[in-house]
């Protein structure tokens, strides 16, 4: 019964909070106590008693915690005599016993997996269990729990594999990241040196032009300003002459040696045969096609480049020479050529083929000889105004029925796009062969329309097919 009563006075002096002796209790103004530290991180959320709800006051912005002195004292007595009890092993001695029965509790059920006395063995709570003497439990118990810490320290060093290979991967992943970003920064600042010398070159190119058209400007305004000053210098001497108002030396002076008289006889007008010598300056295409003409001469020296692929057929489908383009064709019988209209005047007869019943058409396909057995690749197709047509990896790729866009990978189909889309014409195709992953995307303006991950590599190579007998649009790979 000591054990009893000495569990009992424990718990009146537990936390309701942390369920452990009071340490440091304060009391609040509805009568809990509680530790000061727990009670504190409690109103931190709520500003009420924990266990009856009720407002706890603050006073001038904090709350009322006061000390409970004769509880704080009990505590403390208690956590001395349970020092005292683990150290004597009395407390040890008082857990051996049944606190219902007060007996020792000698048997361990197997059902329950708890400790038990006789009397507890024979109750009705017991009925049907299986009992184990202490010691032998104990051993049965400690073997099992041996197993299972070797499994808990199998299991961890699996895990330790595993988290020291996640630790690689996040390292891989981050010098992946500073060598992508060194390389990014590299190739942009290639194009950054290539434009910026085209830049310079094309505005060295403009003064040397500008200074040539000023230096023949200003030669013949020079000529012009040398004319305009001699024609001004004969508009005043004749001007002196006309003030002359006596008509001796009016005349006297027009008949002197390089007189008027002289200059008026060599005067030759010149306003209408000066010519201006107007700006031509131009920057030919530069001037109004700057950025496309800069773009064309950037793929010069751009690497990589889209795959120059060259395709080979399986079908009645027409193949350019260069092996880029595609036209689908068909196959059928043909009746005899029949008259479609006769004329009155003579026996001439217009014929019009006629389809048998039997008419097959016969799409068809076409692999590159391009092998994409590793590495990244991205290649062009430019389907224009085809309606029908599938292109990408023979299992894994991209088809349009006219109206519709679904791609189709190794989990089966699906739609893209919702409604009416936008018709694309031209495709950009990127495999990367190392992570399985096949993209698409509108090449006109590189937006990306969908990634098909572990797609299919056992065929590496383009695949297109093409159908539609009655659409004799091509289909093209670009080629840059």
Known sequence: MASSSSSSYSEDLTCPICLTIFN????????HSFCRECIALSLSSQEQCPQCRADVPTQTGHFLLTTNHILKSLAEKAKETERLKRESGKDEVAGWFCSEHEEKLKLFCLTDQQLVCIICRDGARHEGHKFKPVKEA????????????????CDNVAIEKIANTQNEEITKSKEKSQQLMTQISSQFKEMYQFLKKREDEIKKELIHKMKDEVKKMSENLKAIETTLNGGRELDEKVKLVLDITDSEKFLKSWAEENSVKTARSAFRPQGTSLKVVTSSLSLMPYESHLQFFMWK????VIQPRAEQLKFTTKGP???SC?????????????????PQQTYSHNTHYAYTPVLSQNYREQPSSAFSSNQFTSGQHYWEIDVGQKNDWELGLEKDFLKYDGSTYTVFDKNGS????????????????YLNCSSKELSFYDADNMTHIHTVTQCCTSNPSAYLKIGNYRDNCPVTACWY
């Open 138 to 153: 104990a051993a049965s118990l400690k073997t099992e729990l041996e197993m299972f810490v070797q499994q808990v320290a």
């Open 414 to 429: 699906k739609g893209l796009f919702d409604g009416s889309p936008k018709k694309i014409g031209k495709i950009g195709i």
């Open 322 to 338: 260069d092996g880029r383009s595609l036209v689908a064709c068909w196959q059928c019988q043909q009746r005899p050529y029949a």
């Open 24 to 31: 440091d209790p304060v009391i609040l103004f509805c009568g």
């Open 297 to 300: 001469e950037m793929l010069q």
């Open 317 to 319: 489908a027409k193949v």
